[in-house]
T-cell receptor, first 112, second 117 residues
Framework: NAGVTQTPKFQVLKTGQSMTLQCAQD?????MSWYRQDPGMGLRLIHY???????DQGEVPNGYNVSRSTTEDFPLRLLSAAPSQTSVYFC???????????FGQGTRLTVV | AQTVTQSQPEMSVQEAETVTLSCTYD???????LFWYKQPPSRQMILVIR??????QNATENRFSVNFQKAAKSFSLKISDSQLGDAAMYFC??????????????FGKGTKLSVKP
């Protein structure tokens, strides 16, 4: 049972480049979310999904795009990378009801 | 909007001693959950303990326990018999118990705990 898998683990981008952070879970969880972690800021919600075909914005959505075509996958797209998007990104998933969230191992992204 | 506040950016404890990490939150909702997560240098987010708001009894997991004061909106974490492996960043988090965004966590800014041998 792989849990929540994020790829890549590390990435360096140049300003203006685009890329997709991948997130996949094999637990048939309805809820999936993307967070970014910055020093001294904790984790902040970027986008989330409550099921296939349904997405919504979180606290810091600007510059990011998501889609949820399947239950398993929830990719995060950076349309035109900026240095302010240098961060550690976490994907999380959860079954509905009173259940805990499972986190991926994170992606450290540096935009130069 | 809900907020979570951790007022101690850094804490230090001697090995085998007890330490308490503070967390306060603000919400107008009655149905919610509170969590403490540990993040070691490996970056992995590890659930330490959880508390349902409707439960009056404080949650306990081995050496970890919470002091949940619902009226004061306080949720502190006590680590007893501290071990070197407890050194990590600790995050307090809130999750509402219902609604379309119920899957989402609201995090505090974290407390970095160091353990001295």
């Amino acid at each position: 049972n792989a849990g929540v898998t994020q790829t890549p683990k590390f990435q360096v981008l140049k300003t203006g480049q685009s890329m997709t952070l991948q997130c996949a879970q094999d637990m048939n969880h309805e809820y999936m979310s993307w967070y970014r972690q910055d020093p001294g800021m904790g984790l902040r919600l970027i986008h989330y999904s409550v099921g296939a075909g349904i997405t919504d914005q979180g606290e810091v959505p600007n510059g990011y795009n998501v889609s949820r075509s399947t239950t398993e996958d929830f990719p995060l797209r950076l349309l035109s990378a900026a240095p302010s998007q240098t961060s550690v990104y976490f994907c999380a998933s959860r079954k509905g009801g009173n259940t805990e969230a499972f986190f991926g191992q994170g992606t450290r992204l540096t935009v130069v | 909007a809900q907020t979570v506040t951790q007022s101690q950016p850094e804490m230090s404890v001697q090995e085998a001693e007890t330490v308490t990490l503070s967390c306060t939150y603000d919400t107008s909702e009655s149905d919610y959950y509170l969590f403490w997560y540990k993040q070691p240098p490996s970056r992995q987010m590890i659930l330490v303990i959880r508390q349902e708001a409707y439960k009056q009894q404080n949650a306990t997991e081995n050496r970890f326990s919470v002091n949940f004061q619902k009226a004061a909106k306080s949720f502190s974490l006590k680590i007893s018999d501290s071990q070197l492996g407890d050194a990590a960043m600790y995050f307090c988090a809130y999750r509402r118990g219902y609604g379309g965004s119920q899957g989402n966590l609201i995090f505090g800014k974290g407390t970095k705990l160091s353990v001295k041998p």
